[in-house]
């Protein structure tokens, strides 16, 4: 099946920096992506889709500055968190759409903690 | 407009009981229907999926669901609990068409399986 990866699994931070997180489906090509955040016990609030070689269409409420998302390729889009602070800390998904097959395939996530 | 209302968010069963996770949605246009798995700290696995094909989907892992458009929903059923079904289980519906079509999902239930 599909695989899509992320990476890092888990990053700790201190507040203030900058943390790159990187979603690449592996052995299919995805114009969509999706990225989710997802705090304990809850389920996932879907942050922005991003699609390839255009600007990601975010959410209400998610500010596009602060997390910024580039889909440079079919294969690989890359979330930003810039001047993270601890209430940044959560588990992030991404998702890939293979065109072919129409669904979602989901990354393993990364685990954020700022400091 | 889409939602899915996941009910109970804690099911308990015993091992070799029948485990049943209701599911019911809300949707103006011909849904998909899906049902993920969450296993502690990774991502996302899909269980199975209705497309409009056959109203008895079969999944992985024993798993299987029926869409009952007049009830509105997808319960997901396993005729017999194993320890290794202890997971956080997600029901999920979309719109059956369009590149960008989101998941809108359930807050998520999860399952504990006891000895």
């Known amino acids: 099946g599909a695989v899509v990866s992320q990476h890092p699994s888990r990053v700790i931070c201190k507040s203030g920096t900058s943390v790159k997180i990187e979603c690449r489906s592996l052995d299919f090509q995805a114009t969509t992506m999706f990225w989710y955040r997802q705090f304990p016990k809850q389920s996932l609030m879907l942050m922005a889709t991003?699609?390839?070689?255009?600007?990601?269409?975010?959410e209400q409420g998610v500010e596009k500055d602060k997390f910024l998302i580039n889909h440079a390729s079919l294969t690989l889009s890359t979330l930003t968190v810039t001047s993270a602070h601890p209430e940044d800390s959560s588990f992030y998904i991404c998702?890939?759409?293979?065109?072919?097959?129409?669904?979602?395939?989901f990354g393993p996530g990364t685990r954020l903690t700022v400091l | 407009a889409q939602s899915v209302t996941q009910l109970g968010s804690h099911v308990s069963v015993s091992e070799g009981a029948l485990v049943l996770l209701r599911c019911n949605y809300s949707?103006?246009?011909?849904?998909?229907l899906f049902w993920y798995v969450q296993y502690p700290n990774q991502g996302l696995q899909l269980l199975l999926k209705?497309?409009?094909?056959a109203t008895l989907v079969k999944g992985i892992n024993g798993f299987e669901a029926e869409f009952k458009k007049s009830e509105t929903s997808f319960h997901l059923t396993k005729p017999s609990a194993h320890m290794s079904d202890a997971a956080e289980y997600f029901c999920a519906v979309s719109e059956s068409a369009g590149n960008n079509r989101k998941l809108i999902w359930g807050l998520g239930t999860s399952l504990a399986v006891n000895p």
């Open positions: 209705y497309t409009s094909a």
């Open positions: 949707s103006s246009v011909p849904p998909y």
């Open positions: 991003s699609n390839e070689g255009s600007k990601a269409t975010y």
């Open positions: 998702s890939a759409r293979d065109l072919g097959k129409g669904e979602q395939f």
